[in-house]
């Protein structure tokens, strides 16, 4: 069996899979233990809960955060800060025994996920950005994960020196500290959803149309796919975002297209899939 895993700051949704393309069942999803040893043993529960006696073929997930150059833990984890330069590849191999062991930066396999199976499939060139605890991003081309030496990480770029701290790495003016749940929550002291005042809604539409604007200049990508807990009903509303970068992308001969994420929370897994079936030459 595939066994496909995605740990948020916040939930951990896994799942398996015996065909690759489809899963087993409805996912689990169960609140992602702050302590990494504590993590592992959940996983390593419900792992064992959806093998239901099969032997694992590949476990594919995607951790929070950036990994080192060798795919074999995080090298920092900005809402699960007890799991950075942790043995994650490690643990997951004791729970894989034989079984092949594939690691990958959580958002990366959203986008990867949606790149192919959601609202980007069908373009060459997807960029995608999730705006939820934290803000985070991907580049695919034609269906694979860009190239890259160190990840991406678009919510840490500077929108403006003079800007809030970003609790996530301690630097002025990030995208991430203007517009992350976590940021929102500590500068107003109320969660986002409670936040009802529709200027604020707009003030922060108009933050990530600058990151958005910067993110479609260096990347030039065919579709923006924007998913995320802060991207829903109640959230930033994407129209906003788009007239406002309407302003700001004026050098581009036409504005890519800027849409909704389809997947849900079930990207990262779709996208673990995916990744499982390239790492077989499929």
Request: include cysteine; charged fraction near 25%.
């Amino acid at each position: 069996m595939i066994i496909v895993f995605d740990v948020g700051g916040t939930k951990t949704r896994v799942a398996g899979s015996l065909d690759g393309k489809e899963f087993i069942g409805e996912p689990k999803v169960y609140d992602t233990p702050q302590n990494f040893e504590d993590g592992m043993q959940e996983l390593g529960k419900v792992v064992k809960e959806i093998l239901n006696g099969e032997k694992i073929d590949a476990i594919i997930g995607g951790a929070p955060g950036p990994l080192n150059k060798q795919k074999t833990e995080l090298s920092r984890a900005p809402n699960l800060v007890k799991w950075a330069w942790k043995p994650l590849r490690e643990e997951l191999q004791k729970i894989a025994g034989d079984g092949q062991v594939i690691l990958e930066n959580d958002t990366a396999l959203v986008a990867l996920g949606e790149a192919t199976n959601g609202t980007g499939k069908g373009h060459k060139i997807v960029a995608y950005m999730t705006v939820s605890t934290g803000v985070g991003g991907a580049r695919i081309v034609n269906g694979k994960i860009d190239q890259n030496a160190l990840g991406f990480e678009p919510g840490h770029q500077v929108i403006n020196f003079d800007g809030p701290n970003c609790t996530g790495c301690g630097v002025n003016g990030h995208l991430e500290s203007y517009v992350s749940g976590r940021d929102i929550e500590f500068r107003y002291k109320m969660k986002p959803y409670e936040i009802a005042d529709p200027k604020v809604w707009d003030e922060l539409a108009r933050y990530l149309s600058c990151g958005v604007n910067n993110t479609l200049i260096h990347w030039s990508p065919d579709i923006l796919v924007i998913g995320g807990s802060m991207m829903k009903r109640v959230g930033i509303p994407l129209d906003s975002v788009k007239q406002y970068v309407k302003q700001f992308t004026k050098i581009l001969p036409e504005t890519p297209l800027i849409e909704l994420a389809s997947l849900g929370d079930w990207g990262g897994l779709y996208g673990g899939l995916e990744l499982y079936r390239q790492s077989k030459g499929q």
